[in-house]
């Protein structure tokens, strides 16, 4: 059993969707394995479509061959595994790069190598689900990014004022009962609000 499944069984919790950010891999992974349905954007790290050459979208994976397609049609195929921030790496590149007319698109480099996580296929079939549903990150935007950016912009660039776990949690609970409080008053008006804490 993993550390997410532990923590939502101690909490007695049983999501069945999760909304993940980008740079949160390791996690929806984990959400995945735990059986929770995660909605995860693709990563937009790599600035090098910006600076006019393939990033790595532009490589097709071939599950069957193991091996990664590339825009000149040439077959990465897979050379070694290292680890690297903690993640277990495959490693692939063809030796077909130095005679490449799409070179100066691709690679400074000698050759042009891909990087593929271990856990990609699950990014990869948590995509799938995202192209099939687009309307899930809209609903995203309109739901998770409002309070969080409402919140940050509250708290300034100190962000917390607190030190150690427990107290930046419980300063993290008061931001977010102010921020519902605040809500609730915009929808329902004081009166209402004073009403619903009666009830
Ligand atoms: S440089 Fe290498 S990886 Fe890039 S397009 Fe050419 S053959 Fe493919």
Redesign the pocket.
């Known amino acids: 059993m993993g550390r997410l499944d532990k923590a939502l069984r101690r909490r007695a919790l049983h999501p069945r969707q999760a909304h993940v950010e980008a740079s949160r891999q390791a996690e929806g992974v984990a959400c995945e394995q735990a059986g929770i349905t995660v909605y995860l954007p693709k990563p937009m790290t790599s600035g090098l479509h910006a600076k006019g050459r393939?990033g790595k979208q532009d490589f097709v994976y071939v599950a069957a061959d193991d091996v990664y397609l590339?825009?000149?049609g040439?077959q990465?195929t897979y050379r070694y595994t290292n680890e690297e921030d903690g993640k277990t790496l495959r490693r692939y590149w063809?030796t077909?790069?130095q005679a490449?007319a799409?070179?100066g698109q691709?690679?400074t480099g000698k050759?042009?190598r891909i990087s593929r996580w271990e856990h990609e296929a699950v990014l990869e079939a948590v995509q799938a689900r995202l192209d099939r549903n687009p309307d899930k990150m809209r609903l995203r935007r309109q739901t998770v990014e409002h309070p969080f950016g409402t919140i940050k912009s509250w708290m300034g660039s100190t962000h917390f004022q607190m030190k150690r776990l427990k107290n930046v949690r419980t300063e993290m609970a008061l931001h977010v009962l102010a921020y519902n409080i605040k809500r609730v008053m915009r929808i329902l008006g004081v009166g209402g609000l004073m009403e619903a804490i009666r009830a």
């Open positions: 393939f590339c825009p000149a040439e990465l063809t077909a790069c490449c799409l070179k691709c690679t050759e042009r």
